[in-house]
């Protein structure tokens, strides 16, 4: 059974339940998962009743979270024992899918010894390309366009290894993003620090720095706040109430 053929079967029938159930349904970006040089399916040895099976298919294909993953795969194991290498991969790429959705990833296509990551334009950030390359190097090409992608070249050799070596690459995509987001966050709240100094005066020429009901003059050295006084040789603080 084809994979991304039947991951979009099993969305469309969690659509049509939710929608029976009254729950709201949300649009979501279908991602399109092609790797057909890998193994990914349930051997017939492992799984022989078909209900059983389609089951099994139906849950890897809902799972939103790296949770879902590790309860699916304990349920698996529990009802079925241990997994072969396909039932293995099919998980994986139930991983990739997951974080491919939150790096912007649309499509992923497998061509040679090389992964095409197609990325969502309207998200795609272009100064992510200079991390990638610093860290892959000429392993990684970016062709622009409508679509843009990004071409990674594989190392690993055993489909498992590839597999990871695939979520490796899409984990740090998601990280960049990540740290791109808390800089201007970070960059929000230095703003709104900026907009409450706003208002307070601050002197160069006669030396008087007034901040809401502080003052500090350097003249005679006097700093005023409330109605105290505080006096050392030549410096003052008073503390006006």
Excluded: H
């Excluded at 017939?44 to 993953?69: G, V």
């Excluded at 649309?106 to 860290?135: A, H, P």
């Excluded at 709104?192 to 009901?213: P, T």
């Amino acid at each position: 059974m084809e994979q991304v053929g039947y991951d979009t079967y099993c969305n469309l029938l969690d659509e049509v339940i939710k929608e029976m159930q009254g729950i709201e349904i949300k649009q979501e970006q279908d991602i399109q998962i092609e790797l057909p040089f890998f193994s990914s399916y349930i051997p017939e040895e492992y799984i022989e009743n078909s209900s059983q099976k389609i089951e099994i298919y139906q849950d890897i294909a809902l799972c939103k979270t790296e949770q879902d993953i590790q309860n699916i795969t304990d349920e698996i194991i529990d009802r079925y024992g241990t997994m072969p290498t396909e039932v293995e991969n099919l998980l994986e790429i139930a991983r990739i899918k997951i974080l491919a959705k939150s790096a912007n990833v649309i499509k992923i296509t497998q061509k040679r010894d090389g992964i095409v990551f197609i990325y969502d334009n309207n998200k795609f950030d272009m100064s992510l390309i200079e991390t990638l390359v610093k860290k892959y190097n000429r392993r990684v090409r970016f062709s622009p366009g409508k679509d843009p992608y990004i071409t990674f070249v594989l190392e690993k050799k055993g489909e498992r290894e590839k597999l990871k070596e695939i979520q490796e690459f899409l984990r740090r995509k998601s990280e960049v993003g990540s740290r791109r987001s808390e800089v201007r966050s970070r960059k929000s709240e230095v703003g709104s620090r900026k907009s409450e100094v706003r208002g307070r005066k601050l002197e160069v020429g006669g030396r008087k720095l007034e901040v809401g009901g502080w003052k500090l003059e350097v003249g005679g050295w006097k700093l005023e706040v409330g109605g105290r006084k505080l006096e050392v040789g030549g410096w003052k603080l008073e503390v006006r109430s």
